[in-house]
């Protein structure tokens, strides 16, 4: 350590951990018009942006069947005009006060997001407003729009990723509400009629099932103010329908999408896991560091650092309303597709038993958790969004807050028995998009019975 | 060594540039400079394992980029760490060789070759990137390749190379470290000092120049794994932060930023000729790119995609813009440099942004200079810079087209090799 000692400073351990300072979610003011739209706002003063994200908690799940995708279509359709304005007139409104719209479909929720100067903030608001509560959803807009979601699917066909996506939750949840990602399928976007969307729009867009959220520098008397010139004339049409009930299907273990000449494998392995909801929620999020939720997991160091095979492996238990599924996702080199599934197959299998989760382990995760925790919430989209999984998932004011806490409570034994209650490897399913012959050597030896090949096309 | 405090929120930001990128590679050499960020990750001296894991479990998120100009490394971390993240920062500057070995190399090597594969050779219009870049710049230019590099070259390299290349770029002499978010500068600067300030400076590294020009139209195609043929046009253009520079970036913005742009009004929403349209330009320290690129609808060819972007273009250099898109590129440009204000760390954060300003131009307090670059176009400097660079004999098309349907290329178009 010779050049340890010339530079003055120890090369020989690192600087001990220091402590952390108690981390605090700024507050959040809640109001309610008496629409029924609730009004949300944190303060945040470090640059003069304001953002409003609007949160409906109707999402893709909502679509009723044989309609997949409607949820989507007509989230696509509100900004292509309203009142006297077109597409065009919309986009430009929104161009000339530098203001963003961001759009985001999920399973459980959609949210428009638009931010700006705050010396905008009072035009982009009404501008979304008014999109929001009185979109155009003409016949002519909607062919075409029509015409690209058809399109983007023709492309979508193109990506490893996407077609693994695609295929994985149909093979998961079939035709319950989960069963297919937001965009839809072919068939399902071309039955779809201009009136199906208005239908869909009038019982979904109410304020009473709405949150606006807000964070700027403005207080939350004035976005109150704001948010009832703009959405106070807001009323909405009938409750949406019971949501859609289908039985989860029985997928087979193995599953292949054949696309030849595939340099690499994309894989997808999983099941039907738990909802956001579990009394486990902070075990298993801690549990996902451990297996695959970070580049220093299990799986990642596995597959990537000692194999050599992977750019890169995660895990992730997608928490919703409803039981979502648990998935690794990886690309590997196609010649190390059945390795990837066995070796990723014992991580999920061993943490639960076999290798439980170690303390030197959990304070890994524990502290890649807690210790930076604070950087999460660092700009205005970060605090909003923050804020609209709150209004989703009917959060406590101090969920935040108490985070860290609760993490760094975690023993060892107690995120290993969520891992083993959560975790059935005798249940996953395994799918490969990718140019392998499922049915070789290497394969039968994954003991997971003959491989189902998935047509694209039944996607 | 660039100090900025900033306490909104208990965490700092620390950004170190290299001064080295895929334009200091040669041809046979190419991809060295991204994979050597990968072993920049795989431990050092002093702490002989992998780097993420001390500095993850001290609640910070760390990442490195490579791209033709330089290589940056960051760590966010909770203002209480800023000690340990110097602590592995300055010994991978000083003293990463002990504990580079070949076995590593390997290792980095193969994950670089997978990466190649699942973000390049598996995705649709992924080697677009390649044969666009090997066409625009002749064989012996430093932008004629990709950061990725090619197959063969990253096969080829050895791991004595990597300490060549560490001995020449990665020293004092040729890195800018900011420090941004909460702390105080005094201790803040006597924590570098302590850290680094005893690792020697390297030779000095020549800058990179090179003139280039195209002198006609080139016409190239590609078949691919695509279902949709699709049309990339591209022009050599000014140096970042070179005059007319400014201007062409709110050009490309004008042209095919939102629906109100002109490519997507005229390609997408009227003609509906093509599926998506997009503008940008590459900006680069040694000649800059635009490209404007457009998928067309089914039934619907390259050719009318290209004759619909020539129009506009053409307009563009005619007319020029209108006052409103003037005032909307304006209003643009101050949104996006006030919201790039939001972070202090990671890429495109405050940390990132004093770096390049410093790097590129010895000027880390340029913000507002460079904010004022985009206040001060006007009808007549956008209008002639179009016309002067985005030139309509000076081109490239690049046809991409499902394999097996040349005819679905532009006419007279040359196939391209890309390994």
Request: glycine share 8%.
């Given at each position: 350590?010779?050049?340890?000692?010339?530079?003055?400073?120890?090369?020989?351990?690192?600087?001990?951990?220091?402590?952390?300072?108690?981390?605090?979610?700024?507050?959040?003011?809640?109001?309610?018009?008496?629409?029924?739209?609730?009004?949300?706002?944190?303060?945040?003063?470090?640059?003069?942006?304001?953002?409003?994200?609007?949160?409906?908690?109707?999402?893709?799940?909502?679509?009723?069947?044989?309609?997949?995708?409607?949820?989507?279509?007509?989230?696509?359709?509100?900004?292509?005009?309203?009142?006297?304005?077109?597409?065009?007139?919309?986009?430009?409104?929104?161009?000339?006060?530098?203001?963003?719209?961001?759009?985001?479909?999920?399973?459980?929720?959609?949210?428009?997001?638009?931010?700006?100067?705050?010396?905008?903030?009072?035009?982009?608001?009404?501008?979304?407003?008014?999109?929001?509560?009185?979109?155009?959803?003409?016949?002519?807009?909607?062919?075409?729009?029509?015409?690209?979601?058809?399109?983007?699917?023709?492309?979508?066909?193109?990506?490893?990723?996407?077609?693994?996506?695609?295929?994985?939750?149909?093979?998961?949840?079939?035709?319950?509400?989960?069963?297919?990602?937001?965009?839809?399928?072919?068939?399902?976007?071309?039955?779809?009629?201009?009136?199906?969307?208005?239908?869909?729009?009038?019982?979904?867009?109410?304020?009473?099932?709405?949150?606006?959220?807000?964070?700027?520098?403005?207080?939350?008397?004035?976005?109150?103010?704001?948010?009832?010139?703009?959405?106070?004339?807001?009323?909405?049409?009938?409750?949406?329908?019971?949501?859609?009930?289908?039985?989860?299907?029985?997928?087979?273990?193995?599953?292949?999408?054949?696309?030849?000449?595939?340099?690499?494998?994309?894989?997808?392995?999983?099941?039907?896991?738990?909802?956001?909801?579990?009394?486990?929620?902070?075990?298993?999020?801690?549990?996902?560091?451990?297996?695959?939720?970070?580049?220093?997991?299990?799986?990642?160091?596995?597959?990537?650092?000692?194999?050599?095979?992977?750019?890169?492996?995660?895990?992730?238990?997608?928490?919703?309303?409803?039981?979502?599924?648990?998935?690794?996702?990886?690309?590997?080199?196609?010649?190390?597709?059945?390795?990837?599934?066995?070796?990723?197959?014992?991580?999920?299998?061993?943490?639960?038993?076999?290798?439980?989760?170690?303390?030197?382990?959990?304070?890994?995760?524990?502290?890649?958790?807690?210790?930076?925790?604070?950087?999460?919430?660092?700009?205005?989209?970060?605090?909003?969004?923050?804020?609209?999984?709150?209004?989703?998932?009917?959060?406590?004011?101090?969920?935040?807050?108490?985070?860290?806490?609760?993490?760094?409570?975690?023993?060892?034994?107690?995120?290993?028995?969520?891992?083993?209650?959560?975790?059935?490897?005798?249940?996953?399913?395994?799918?490969?998009?990718?140019?392998?012959?499922?049915?070789?050597?290497?394969?039968?030896?994954?003991?997971?019975?003959?491989?189902?090949?998935?047509?694209?096309?039944?996607? | 060594?660039?100090?900025?405090?900033?306490?909104?929120?208990?965490?700092?930001?620390?950004?170190?540039?290299?001064?080295?990128?895929?334009?200091?590679?040669?041809?046979?050499?190419?991809?060295?400079?991204?994979?050597?960020?990968?072993?920049?990750?795989?431990?050092?001296?002093?702490?002989?394992?992998?780097?993420?894991?001390?500095?993850?479990?001290?609640?910070?998120?760390?990442?490195?980029?490579?791209?033709?100009?330089?290589?940056?490394?960051?760590?966010?971390?909770?203002?209480?760490?800023?000690?340990?993240?110097?602590?592995?920062?300055?010994?991978?500057?000083?003293?990463?060789?002990?504990?580079?070995?070949?076995?590593?190399?390997?290792?980095?090597?193969?994950?670089?070759?997978?990466?190649?594969?699942?973000?390049?050779?598996?995705?649709?219009?992924?080697?677009?990137?390649?044969?666009?870049?090997?066409?625009?710049?002749?064989?012996?230019?430093?932008?004629?390749?990709?950061?990725?590099?090619?197959?063969?070259?990253?096969?080829?390299?050895?791991?004595?190379?990597?300490?060549?290349?560490?001995?020449?770029y990665y020293h004092p002499a040729n890195a800018s470290i900011a420090l941004a978010g909460d702390f105080e500068s005094d201790a803040a600067l006597s924590l570098v000092r302590a850290y680094f300030e005893a690792i020697a400076p390297g030779p000095a590294v020549e800058p990179v120049r090179r003139d280039v020009s195209l002198d006609a139209d080139r016409r190239i195609f590609l078949e691919d794994r695509v279902e949709l043929p699709r049309l990339y046009v591209a022009w050599l253009t000014p140096a970042m932060f070179a005059p007319?520079?400014?201007?062409?970036?709110?050009?490309?913005?004008?042209?095919?930023?939102?629906?109100?742009?002109?490519?997507?009004?005229?390609?997408?929403?009227?003609?509906r000729i093509a599926t998506d349209v997009s503008a940008s330009q590459s900006s680069r320290e040694v000649s800059s790119f635009v490209q404007i690129s457009a998928t067309a609808a089914p039934g619907h060819s390259l050719p009318e995609l290209y004759d619909a972007i020539a129009e506009e273009i053409a307009k563009l250099a005619v007319e020029g813009p209108t006052d409103v898109e003037i005032e909307r590129g304006r209003v643009q440009a101050e949104t996006q440099f006030v919201q790039r204000l939001q972070t202090v760390g990671g890429f495109g954060g405050k940390s990132d942004q004093l770096n390049a300003y410093n790097t590129y131009l010895g000027r880390p307090d340029y913000f507002s200079e460079d904010l004022g670059r985009y206040a001060s176009?006007?009808?007549?400097?956008?209008?002639?810079?179009?016309?002067?660079?985005?030139?309509?004999?000076?081109?490239?098309?690049?046809?991409?087209?499902?394999?097996?349907?040349?005819?679905?290329?532009?006419?007279?178009?040359?196939?391209?090799?890309?390994?």
């Open positions: 350590m010779s050049a340890a000692a010339s530079a003055g400073v120890d090369r020989s351990q690192l600087p001990p951990l220091r402590r952390v300072p108690r981390f605090r979610f700024p507050e959040v003011t809640k109001s309610t018009l008496a629409n029924g739209l609730g009004v949300w706002t944190a303060h945040h003063d470090e640059v003069p942006l304001t953002e409003f994200l609007l949160v409906v908690r109707h999402g893709a799940a909502s679509d009723p069947v044989g309609q997949e995708g409607l949820a989507a279509f007509t989230t696509d359709m509100l900004d292509e005009g309203t009142g006297a304005l077109s597409a065009i007139d919309v986009s430009e409104q929104l161009a000339r006060v530098g203001a963003q719209l961001g759009v985001d479909i999920g399973a459980d929720a959609i949210l428009i997001g638009v931010s700006s100067l705050t010396r905008f903030a009072e035009r982009a608001l009404r501008l979304v407003a008014d999109i929001v509560v009185q979109p155009s959803l003409r016949e002519e807009d909607f062919e075409r729009v029509r015409r690209q979601r058809l399109n983007r699917l023709v492309q979508l066909r193109d990506m490893p990723g996407a077609i693994a996506e695609r295929a994985f939750v149909r093979l998961l949840f079939g035709d319950a509400p989960y069963g297919h990602t937001p965009l839809g399928r072919e068939a399902s976007l071309g039955s779809v009629t201009v009136h199906d969307i208005r239908a869909f729009h009038k019982r979904t867009f109410r304020p009473s099932e709405a949150t606006l959220i807000a964070v700027g520098d403005s207080g939350h008397g004035e976005i109150c103010r704001l948010a009832e010139s703009a959405f106070g004339g807001w009323t909405g049409g009938e409750p949406p329908p019971d949501r859609r009930s289908a039985p989860l299907p029985t997928p087979a273990r193995l599953n292949v999408v054949p696309r030849a000449g595939s340099p690499q494998s994309e894989l997808r392995i999983g099941h039907v896991a738990v909802s956001r909801t579990t009394p486990d929620y902070h075990a298993l999020v801690a549990a996902n560091m451990v297996l695959g939720g970070q580049y220093v997991s299990r799986v990642n160091l596995n597959l990537r650092a000692e194999k050599g095979i992977t750019y890169g492996v995660r895990t992730a238990f997608e928490f919703r309303r409803f039981p979502g599924p648990f998935v690794l996702s990886v690309s590997v080199d196609k010649a190390a597709t059945a390795l990837a599934i066995s070796e990723s197959m014992r991580e999920i299998s061993e943490i639960r038993e076999a290798r439980p989760v170690s303390a030197s382990e959990l304070a890994v995760g524990i502290a890649a958790l807690t210790r930076g925790y604070a950087k999460n919430f660092e700009t205005c989209d970060q605090l909003a969004r923050a804020v609209a999984q709150m209004a989703l998932f009917d959060l406590p004011d101090d969920f935040y807050t108490e985070f860290v806490p609760c993490i760094e409570a975690l023993t060892p034994d107690e995120v290993t028995e969520a891992a083993a209650r959560h975790l059935e490897p005798s249940r996953l399913t395994t799918l490969v998009v990718g140019d392998v012959d499922g049915g070789s050597q290497e394969f039968d030896r994954l003991g997971l019975g003959t491989p189902e090949l998935v047509s694209p096309d039944s996607i | 060594m660039l100090l900025h405090e900033a306490h909104g929120c208990p965490i700092v930001a620390v950004n170190i540039w290299y001064h080295v990128g895929s334009k200091n590679e040669t041809p046979g050499h190419t991809g060295f400079a991204h994979l050597f960020e990968h072993l920049m990750f795989e431990g050092s001296q002093h702490h002989d394992s992998g780097f993420f894991q001390p500095l993850q479990a001290a609640g910070a998120s760390l990442n490195g980029s490579t791209n033709a100009d330089r290589t940056n490394y960051w760590e966010v971390v909770p203002a209480s760490a800023l000690e340990l993240a110097l602590w592995m920062e300055s010994d991978r500057m000083g003293y990463l060789l002990p504990a580079l070995t070949d076995q590593k190399f390997v290792n980095q090597r193969d994950v670089v070759l997978n990466e190649r594969r699942q973000n390049y050779e598996n995705r649709p219009y992924g080697l677009a990137s390649m044969a666009m870049l090997a066409t625009l710049f002749p064989d012996d230019h430093p932008y004629h390749w990709t950061t990725i590099g090619e197959i063969a070259d990253l096969k080829a390299a050895r791991v004595d190379e990597a300490h060549e290349f560490f001995r020449r007319g520079d400014a201007e062409l970036d709110l050009a490309t913005d004008l042209l095919s930023h939102g629906k109100t742009s002109r490519l997507y009004r005229r390609l997408v929403y009227e003609d176009v006007t009808h007549e400097s956008l209008q002639t810079t179009v016309k002067r660079c985005l030139h309509d004999a000076r081109r490239v098309a690049l046809s991409i087209v499902p394999t097996g349907r040349l005819d679905l290329a532009m006419p007279e178009s040359a196939p391209v090799v890309v390994s």
